[in-house]
């Protein structure tokens, strides 16, 4: 059986779209290839090596016929530049080390970003023999320009470098979005290219049809609480008129996000902490919609919960501009409000009833979700362009 490797900043156990959309893709891959993956030492979003892996330089095992090398990493999640830097640097020299005392297969997957991680992959397995296979998520520097974590400056012309550098060393090039793909097209034509979006690999909950509520609706989200979703924000900004507010999951905006609450006790906003992922499929079902934010408008991102959801058949509410915004309305998957325009989104809230959010609309999300958001159609045409 041919091997592959897939080169990755983030993997199960850590938790997010990141991680979870590079496990599915190794697990769709290894029915053909003898399929290695290589990353860091968990610390995903926490910034710290969890705790079965502590005091570990490196960690091999295999788990589901899939081979996983943990390789040493500087861990932070540090707003200080300089310490971000040396965590992308650590993991830079740990794959140096790697490909040294290693043999490397004739394909490999690259994740990008971060970029300094994927140009040491791309310099350093550049080979005429070697094909190398770039997977684009988000579109840095442009992105962190966008979010305000970068200015320009050297530091961003630098970064565009070593940009246009992967995009011109990769042999096939898989971007999440059509605007990634767009936007690599500006740059080179030389890679093929090829739209891979970030489909999840779920069952299929069965819906069950509950009697209309004349309460308040309760709206969800599940997610990263991080500086780009800018649920902190939200919170404050939100009318709770007609809609109870609760919130899953962990990050930068958590501490917040709980004295919010502890302040308003008022308000009918609620914090469920971190569930893992089967548990948090179950407990959304529970809920008649689910908002998607993001703080800014991020050219080419579109955000893996749209299909995840739509798989779940929960109606969504999406306030994050760009792409995500026309498969939503394409694919009559819910509301689109206004990217960053809080007045929007609360005249959208309050035009949504109970009935609106009926049995019908969920099970017309989920039937759509089977018929366009398929994993394994989409990664049997994956294959035959690797």
């Excluded at 970029?115 to 094909?131: A, D, G, I």
């Excluded at 902490?273 to 991020?298: C, F, M, Q, S, W």
């Excluded at 109970?354 to 994993?375: G, N, P, R, V």
Aim: charged share 25%.
């Amino acid at each position: 059986m041919k091997k592959l490797m897939i080169i990755t900043s983030y993997f199960p156990p850590e938790i997010g779209a990141a991680s979870n959309r590079i496990y599915h893709l190794a697990e769709g891959l290894k029915e053909d290839y003898d399929v290695s993956v290589v990353t860091p030492l968990p610390n995903y979003p926490t910034g710290k090596i969890f705790a079965d892996y502590k005091g570990k330089f490196s960690s091999k095992t295999e788990e589901n016929s899939i081979k996983i090398t943990r390789l040493w990493i500087y861990a932070s999640v540090s707003k200080n530049k300089f310490l971000r830097l040396i965590a992308m640097l650590s993991y830079s020299f740990s794959l140096i080390w790697f490909f040294i005392w290693n043999k490397i297969p004739d394909k490999v997957i690259v994740q990008s970003p971060p970029l300094l991680v994927s140009f040491t992959c791309m310099f350093f397995l550049r080979s005429k023999r070697r094909k190398l296979i770039l997977n684009v998520s988000d579109l840095w520097p442009s992105a962190g320009l966008e979010l305000g974590a970068l200015k320009e400056g050297f530091a961003y012309k630098m970064l565009k470098k070593l940009e246009a550098f992967n995009y011109k060393k990769a042999d096939l090039i898989l971007g999440q979005s059509n605007e990634i793909l767009t936007h690599i097209k500006t740059i080179t034509t030389a890679p093929k290219m090829f739209l891979y979006r970030n489909f999840p690999e779920i069952e299929f909950p069965k819906l069950t049809e509950k009697e209309s509520s004349h309460g308040k609706i309760k709206l969800v989200y599940a997610g990263l609480l991080g500086v780009a979703q800018g649920i902190y924000k939200l919170c404050n900004e939100i009318d709770y008129d007609t809609i109870e507010f609760h919130i899953y999951g962990s990050g930068a905006e958590e501490e917040a996000i709980k004295s919010l609450i502890d302040y308003k006790r008022e308000l009918p906003l609620f914090f469920h902490g971190r569930v893992n992922r089967d548990e948090l499929h179950k407990a959304l079902l529970n809920y008649d919609i689910t908002v998607i934010p993001l703080l800014n408008r991020i050219y080419g991102s579109v955000p893996s919960k749209i299909f995840e959801y739509a798989k779940l058949g929960l109606p969504m509410l999406y306030f994050g501009g760009g792409e995500g915004e026309s498969i939503i309305e394409n694919n009559k998957l819910g509301w689109v409000a206004k990217e960053g325009n809080y007045e929007c989104l609360n005249t959208t809230l309050r035009s949504i009833t109970t009935e609106d959010l009926k049995y019908s609309l969920k099970k017309a999300i989920q039937d759509t979700a089977k018929l366009k958001f398929d994993f394994k159609k989409q990664l049997e045409l994956l294959k035959k362009e690797l």
